[in-house]
């Protein structure tokens, strides 16, 4: 049998765009003499639809583009959907695999397993399977699976997460293949873990593997594709490409399929997903343009970067928008990054505003010296500046906060953090100079003094990042131990090597900065916890480790 992995980015209950581009997928695999389309995950309503699939109307609608596909099928395709359950338990829905074929539904398979870690609460919504069953279909019987069912074999994991193993049962009912819909968010590194996982499964259970995934943005969330299709002994036979729609064949007999080429680097990877995640979440939520205020340094630049190859250069802005202590090198750099994108670059002084707002201050805060608030008045300013803009152009405002500094709190709210979306708040600062570096590589865009200099935000005299917070290569390595590992202060001070005082002092400040972070845009996903509903923090809490 021939099987088509057909790989297309869904939006959230675009029903009928999503209906279309299945159909014209599957005349594509079928010209090109598939036996069988496979799509990914609830491609019928996109993934993730959280709370809309408590709307009955959501899921009547879910079926009536199913038993419409299964009418128009221009041969047996394998899609996934939400579907009503007519269970007792509440949950309104089975995240559901439906095979269409002869104009009707002829196989339903429901998810057995739900994750509920990280983004995942999908026992908020769906009905687990009460059983799975093999499905005979063009010479083969196939085991098919949704997403986590196949990620819990305990042949790979040290520490399965479920008591059952759903492709252990369908292999043990003679399947003879593994078909597997997903929609598997991208973070550093999963893919090569998925590669693994998927070769293991292969192997161990001498049987191939065919994994369908799904591809672009859908809000934080940011799919890289990559579907593959694995022979019994581990080979990749088939295999689409990251971050793009795509479609590729593999043969069940012959075990030969095409073979994308892949990203050659994490660094390369990360990058294609920003700018994946940038270009959906824009043009998902109805915008075309999107303005970036742009200080001259690192984080801006990488931000801008990552925009025109998104949207285009005819659809970024870059404002710079110096006050009374932004350098001449600054704003030089600010606006040869500009030249060098292509951009339309403003140039907005905000100095005799700041003066205006001292001035309109000036009785109430007479007996207080300057402080961060005079600070934080800049920028403000600027926020309200790129908000302005915004309102008056139909642009979106990317806010350019790194992850480091989101994370300790070192950013203002209603100022740098104003925004519709933050691209690079799940990048640590280290990592912003890696991508610089990456969005180099063939030409110089980011200039090389803005790589070079010492990050400030200069809102005050000669300030750097390093008079409030440890060199960002000590910072980061806390971060990461803290928040994406979950380790206690004494236990990064002991691995690491560092003050206990200075860790201690660190985490206080991630979970002090929770407020903050509540009210900030939402930002792409691309470590293994991210800030934001993949990581539900009390704000209100007095706990100290």
Not at 365 to 376: G, L, R, W, Y
């Amino acid at each position: 049998m021939k099987i088509g992995l057909c790989q297309f980015n869904p939006t959230v209950g675009d029903f009928a765009g999503n209906a279309a581009r299945i159909l014209d997928m599957a005349r594509q695999a079928s010209d090109r003499g598939a036996d069988l389309a496979v799509f990914s995950e609830l491609c019928i309503c996109g993934y993730l639809p959280l709370d809309l699939l408590e709307r009955p109307a959501f899921l009547d609608r879910n079926r009536t583009e199913v038993d419409c596909l299964a009418k128009k099928a221009p041969l047996p395709m394998l899609i996934g959907y939400a579907a009503r359950a007519n269970s007792s338990t509440g949950k309104p829905a089975w995240n559901a695999a439906a095979l269409l074929a002869e104009g009707r539904v002829l196989f339903e398979q429901h998810k057995m397993l739900l994750p509920t870690y990280d983004v995942f609460d999908e026992s908020r919504y769906f009905q687990p399977a009460l059983r799975q069953q093999v499905f005979a279909f063009s010479g083969e019987k196939l085991g098919i699976t949704i997403c986590e069912d196949i990620w819990n074999d305990k042949t790979f994991w040290a520490k399965p997460l479920y008591e059952i193993d759903p492709v252990v049962d369908l292999i043990g009912q003679g399947a003879s293949a593994i078909v597997n819909l997903s929609a598997s968010p991208y973070t550093i590194d999963k893919r090569g873990v998925r590669l693994e996982m998927l070769r293991a499964l292969a192997r161990s259970n001498r049987r191939p593997v065919v994994y369908v995934n799904q591809v672009g943005g859908d809000d934080t969330l940011v799919f890289d594709g990559t579907s593959i299709a694995m022979t019994a002994d581990g080979r990749i036979a088939a295999q689409a490409r990251a971050f793009e729609e795509d479609l590729v064949l593999f043969d069940t007999v012959t075990s030969e399929g095409d073979v994308h080429p892949q990203p050659d680097s994490e660094i390369s990877t990360s990058l294609q997903a920003l700018v994946t995640g940038t270009r959906d979440y824009v043009r998902k939520c109805g915008f075309r343009k999107a303005l970036i205020g742009l200080s001259g340094g690192i984080d801006s630049a990488v931000v801008a970067s990552i925009a025109v190859a998104a949207l285009g250069k005819q659809n970024v802005t870059g404002i710079s928008m110096p006050g009374p202590y932004s350098s001449e090198g600054s704003i030089r750099d600010a606006r040869q990054l500009a030249s060098n994108l292509g951009i339309e670059f403003l140039v907005l002084p905000i100095k005799n505003l700041f003066e205006s707002y001292k001035a309109a201050l000036a009785d109430a805060f007479a007996e207080h010296p300057q402080d961060t608030t005079e600070e934080n008045i800049q920028a403000r300013i600027r926020g309200t500046m790129l908000m302005a803009l915004s309102n008056k152009f139909g642009a979106l405002v990317l806010s350019t906060g790194n992850k480091s500094e989101i994370g300790v709190g070192y950013c203002t709210l209603y100022g740098d953090m104003a925004g519709g979306l933050a691209v690079i708040s799940d990048v640590p600062k280290t990592m912003v100079y890696e991508l610089a570096r990456e969005i180099n590589h063939e030409r110089e865009l980011v200039p090389l003094a803005t790589i070079e200099k010492p990050p400030s935000a200069e809102l005050r005299p000669n300030q750097t990042d390093q008079d409030s917070l440890p060199p960002y290569d000590v910072l980061d390595r806390i971060l990461k131990a803290y928040v994406e590992e979950v380790r206690t202060p004494e236990e990064i001070a002991s691995h690491y090597r560092f003050p206990l005082e200075l860790v201690r002092d660190i985490t206080l400040k991630v979970d002090r900065s929770e407020y903050k972070r509540k009210q900030a845009a939402p930002g792409l996903k691309i470590t293994s916890r991210a800030f934001g509903f993949g990581r539900p923090f009390p704000i209100a809490q007095k706990f100290v480790p």
